[in-house]
């Protein structure tokens, strides 16, 4: 599912886009004032640089987590549209705010180039998917989206149709001794997403431990629906 | 839509599949207390069965209906992704919870056994769809998910795109004496799905006799934006 | 995607299709009142017509909009599925209440022989969607659904990806002096779609050139997604 990027624009608002969902960089200068009372945000700043996508919202939630560590910049808007274009799962809105253009646009940049790398525990067939994310050293995307305790190893253990995701939860759990910092579901804290989605946190070895043992079930669950679970890009965990 | 059950596994916690709505089964023996006290559960127990779908929420829910009336096991979650793949309708995660491993396990047998009977009312066109659902005698799974009266006949009347179950929920009313349970739309009581639902209750002659009223309004409604509306298993009422 | 009309039905409550978004028109003559205590109206009528579609919200509501202006009717409903058929917005559920079952199924036909000439400013690509409405004077659908002061222009500017719309709402503040009614996104005034919108309202010529200012934007920055997107039916801004 690599999206081409066939078009070029020169408008100072793009940055550019990534291979894979969808995924389009933008930064505003200097936003207009109306604009930006109406954004819900959570602070507001007079630059925004802005990653939006159709598939796919833990991927680049956790690319923008890097890029906030690397500028001075900062999360002040994450959404989460119900969206995969037919599929299970979210898309994304994110935002993030500075005082100068350059670093927001650094940061979208930043983001941009890591999208293809989250995306590789992402494994997809006609059925559903699962989603496995990881960090040594959560920061504040992570922190705003998902709660994680900044500076601490933070995963995240999803699979569709949620079921798949309750009992990788389960497994994750009884593989290390992880914080749970909460499980998402279609009615709880997913935009009626059909995902299963543990958030969990704790010391690194034992939160990579937990995801991977996760992704080991997950991949047997989901390719009894049919075909086996196939990633785009290699696998980082 | 039949989903192939290609592949097998030995995991303990797999039951298995049904072959429609990318439908999967599955139990947890001894749930991590970690996990359950997360999972909203309506009360909590050792073991959990998992019936969760990415296309139908009412063939899902009815189908546990009767798996809850010939086990001892107890319905303790439904949610209704927005999901059906593109579709109009919902996916489903079903949790049912019991204190022995082959109690839950016996119910998920019976309900993904069930399922494909319980698409029997289930009519699809490249437009929308249909459901239609009727049961003698509701138990807990209709009782949870829908508000049912437990013992009572209960009937389902959905339409998609939601103004056909408008309509249809007017043709069942006209056409028998029977109690409005409620009705649901995009914006109440569904997951934003493009559903009018109407959920009725009654004596078990009449519920019947106003879903198929029903259903005959709602074929020739759908036909009009396109080809005929197929169901792709026997009608069951 | 024009939709074909195959079939036809004799049934007294079909009104008609429209040749996009699986649109149809019906009519109630005499509603069920226990139906219509359950159905959220903000007004109860003996006589209801409905507009529901599976694609589009704006175009349908833009064209009910047109349809009150013209009949002695009432906008009793505006609600918004997550749709559009696994693209990126909503479909419709419009209902509209009389007194008299004629002065709905006329204010239904003008609306659905109204609604392709409300897609021309849709532009769609395999990437996502733009959309631009755009009226003189705002009457109670656009009052309803988005908040327009009756009487005044209002103007309706969105993208999808998300990002796209708030972009596009930048460019049309910064391109003409307008007020701003709100701005909706994924976790705001949406049913989780993946859209950025904003509704403005003021002056009939700063409104259209705001509109008009930000889809020469969106063009551009959907366009490096893929495609060039394109509207099925003439662009009427």
Redesign the interface.
């Given at each position: 599912p690599a999206?081409?990027?066939?078009?070029?624009?020169d408008?100072t608002?793009?940055v550019g886009?990534a291979p894979v969902g969808?995924t389009?960089g933008?930064v505003?200068a200097n936003?207009?004032s109306?604009?930006s009372?109406?954004?819900?945000l959570q602070s507001e700043f007079r630059s925004?640089g802005?990653?939006?996508?159709?598939t796919g919202a833990g991927p680049q939630i956790m690319a923008v987590d890097e890029a906030v560590k690397a500028t001075n910049t900062e999360v002040v808007s994450v959404?989460?549209?119900?969206?995969t274009?037919?599929?299970?799962g979210h898309?994304s809105?994110i935002?993030v705010g500075g005082n100068d253009v350059s670093d927001v646009r650094r940061a979208i940049e930043v983001a941009l180039a890591d999208v293809p790398n989250k995306f590789g525990d992402v494994y997809n067939s006609a059925?559903?998917h699962l989603e496995l994310q990881y960090t040594a050293r959560a920061s504040e995307a992570c922190h705003f989206a998902f709660g994680a305790p900044v500076g601490k190893a933070y995963g995240l253990i999803a699979g569709?149709?949620?079921?798949?995701g309750?009992?990788m939860?389960?497994t994750a759990?009884?593989a290390a001794n992880v914080d749970?910092l909460?499980?998402a579901?279609?009615?709880?804290g997913?935009?009626?997403?059909?995902?299963?989605v543990?958030h969990i946190s704790g010391d690194s070895g034992a939160v990579r431990q937990a995801v991977i043992a996760a992704r080991e079930?997950g991949l047997?669950?989901l390719?009894?629906?049919?075909?086996?679970p196939k990633n785009d890009f290699p696998s980082y965990i």
């Amino acid at each position: 599912p690599a999206t081409k990027n066939v078009g070029k624009t020169d408008l100072t608002e793009f940055v550019g886009t990534a291979p894979v969902g969808d995924t389009i960089g933008m930064v505003i200068a200097n936003v207009d004032s109306e604009l930006s009372k109406n954004l819900h945000l959570q602070s507001e700043f007079r630059s925004l640089g802005i990653l939006s996508a159709r598939t796919g919202a833990g991927p680049q939630i956790m690319a923008v987590d890097e890029a906030v560590k690397a500028t001075n910049t900062e999360v002040v808007s994450v959404q989460m549209p119900r969206d995969t274009k037919g599929g299970a799962g979210h898309g994304s809105l994110i935002i993030v705010g500075g005082n100068d253009v350059s670093d927001v646009r650094r940061a979208i940049e930043v983001a941009l180039a890591d999208v293809p790398n989250k995306f590789g525990d992402v494994y997809n067939s006609a059925a559903g998917h699962l989603e496995l994310q990881y960090t040594a050293r959560a920061s504040e995307a992570c922190h705003f989206a998902f709660g994680a305790p900044v500076g601490k190893a933070y995963g995240l253990i999803a699979g569709a149709p949620a079921g798949i995701g309750v009992v990788m939860g389960d497994t994750a759990l009884k593989a290390a001794n992880v914080d749970v910092l909460s499980f998402a579901s279609p009615a709880y804290g997913t935009s009626y997403s059909n995902e299963g989605v543990l958030h969990i946190s704790g010391d690194s070895g034992a939160v990579r431990q937990a995801v991977i043992a996760a992704r080991e079930v997950g991949l047997k669950l989901l390719g009894t629906l049919g075909e086996e679970p196939k990633n785009d890009f290699p696998s980082y965990i």
